[in-house]
């Protein structure tokens, strides 16, 4: 696998916030998107998450000069204002880094940076970065998720470092420390990990010396792993989206699934109108997942695709274009309900600009 395969990371949390402000004028442009004020820098795999205040943390990434140094700097989308504003920068320069928003609402980055093992943490109230406790290994491409008691649940690794592939560590924000937990039943590298409704951890996906098709569920109170059901074909880089049914969507190439937590098994899907990768997937109000950009073949795209869940509905429906084909770009979830897409890659370098999407 190329090495250019390896340097992106995607993060999405979720939260909630109120405003009294009228936001800034934005660009309509046709079904429902409107081009939003472009960041103060421009990035690509970086990472981005809704805070408790409804503004949206962007951090680091790859910027215009080089693919492989992260950059530092961290800055805020403000919707009520529809502004981007810096804030305090990264310890050390970070692409392909995890997020994860903590219980304390503070936020989480982690892995790929100056030794890959290295986490810290951002606090809203002074807009400052601080190192918190290390991982033992380093890690590129990690996955978190936050488990149900409050600890963050870490996967996913280097695949030139075995070490790193197969251990699993969990965060505990009370202590700022790691702690090893069993493995999972493969190594896996660019897997993709989620929480499901249950309280268990979905991890399925990636690669090792061999892409994966298997998957492997971990149950925090028990901390042990579970093989469940396989995919129907291998997997890396793929989105895995919680839908409000509790199933979960996955979606790679042109091709996508889904899998039923109380059967433990996969059901294959219409193929979509178009393969993509480094695309985003992100969880609509009404249940629909808004599939966004990406690349197919060489070609970064602009379009972007529906899925609608519901029985007997076509799966696909092709939605609006983007303002400019982005992947490795960032979508998140309002507390509006609109879609904040930020930033990315297009077939020449990093991008500042942002658009927003109107369900």
Known sequence: MKKTRLLWMLAFVVGCAAGTESPAPAQTRPSGLSVAESMNTPRSGHTAVLLASGKVLV??????????????????????????????DLNEGRVAHGAVQLSSGKVMVLGHGLQGYRAELYDPA?????????????RIYPRAVLLPGGKVLVAGGDPGNPATSGSIELYDEGTGTWSATSAAPERRMQPALVLLPT???LLSGGYYQAYSASAALYDPATSTWSSTGSMSGPRDNHTATVLLSGKVLVVSGATAELYDPETGTWRSLPPLPEARQYHTATLLPSGQVLIAGGRNEGVTLATAVLFDPSPGANPWSPTFQLSEPRHHHTATLLPSGQVLIAGGRNDKQSIASAELYSP
């Open 199 to 201: 309280g268990k951890a």
């Open 126 to 138: 002074s807009g400052t970065w601080a190192y918190t406790g290390s991982m033992s290994v380093g």
């Open 59 to 88: 951090s680091g990434g790859s910027g215009i000069d080089s693919d492989s140094t992260g950059l530092r700097s961290s800055e805020l989308y403000d919707p009520i204002t529809g502004h981007w504003s810096p804030t305090g």
